[in-house]
């Protein structure tokens, strides 16, 4: 409780995200679910992207890039998914 006797308010990710409502909580629940949903779905594309047999006919650099792109994403939705787990 604060000074004021209102019950303290959750901020996700960023202090403007206040989930100070319960619809606010609703909605900040079903968009971390889906969070975690898209991130899941990301693991499974990459490994469809980087084997199919299209891609061989590309140089290694463009296989390389992809490569890179799908773990540098999966690291900062892994990291939003790990703060809002906190």
């Known amino acids: 409780l604060n000074k004021e006797g209102e019950t303290a308010c959750l901020n996700l990710l960023f202090p403007e995200w206040t ?3 319960k619809t606010k909580m609703g909605i ?3 968009g971390v679910f ?3 949903v898209f991130f899941e779905y990301m693991k499974v594309a990459k490994k469809f992207i980087l084997n199919h047999p ?3 006919s590309y140089s ?3 296989k390389d890039a992809i490569s890179i792109f ?4 999966q690291l ?3 990291y939003f998914l790990m703060l809002a787990a906190m």
């Open 60 to 62: 290694p650099r463009i």
């Open 54 to 56: 299209a891609l061989n």
């Open 34 to 36: 889906l969070l975690a």
């Open 19 to 21: 989930l100070d409502s």
């Open 76 to 78: 900062t939705i892994s």
């Open 28 to 30: 900040a629940s079903v």
């Open 70 to 73: 799908f773990h540098g994403s």
